[in-house]
């Protein structure tokens, strides 16, 4: 499976954005779809995840309430929204898949990963 993301860029404190995540893929429903992100220095970090349905995300408690994780399995997509967002959600947002059947946080169970897009908060 080979991952696209896209839609970073900069925003000011309080702002939105959406994110996309296009897969190859033609059985892209099977995968369990996720959300990481990595700031310098730290380790890459669960955001949010979605199982085939787009039922039941799972989200950090970081950014609950904050963002959205939807997919649309017509096309392939997975998608996170992101609102009232604050300079510590500055980082790299990376798209993963999984070969699971149901959503997970753990960043071992993704097999495929996007190369990741470049998100800037600024105070």
């Known amino acids: 499976v080979q991952l696209q993301a896209s839609g970073g860029g900069l925003v000011q404190a309080g702002g939105s954005l959406r994110l996309s995540c296009a897969a190859s893929?033609?059985?892209?429903?099977?995968?369990?779809m996720g959300w990481f992100r990595r700031t310098p220095g730290k380790e890459r970090e669960f955001v949010a995840a979605?199982?085939?349905?787009?039922?039941?995300?799972l989200y950090a408690v970081a950014v609950k309430g904050r963002f959205t994780i939807s997919r649309d399995n017509a096309k392939n997509k997975v998608y996170l929204g992101m609102d009232s967002l604050i300079p510590e959600d500055t980082a790299v947002y990376y798209c993963?898949?999984?070969?699971?059947?149901?959503?997970?946080?753990?960043?071992?169970?993704?097999?495929?990963w996007g190369q990741g897009t470049l998100v800037t908060v600024s105070s």
């Open positions: 979605v199982n085939w349905s787009g039922a039941n995300p």
């Open positions: 893929e033609r059985t892209f429903s099977n995968y369990v």
């Open positions: 993963a898949a999984a070969s699971r059947g149901y959503a997970t946080t753990r960043i071992t169970d993704y097999n495929y």
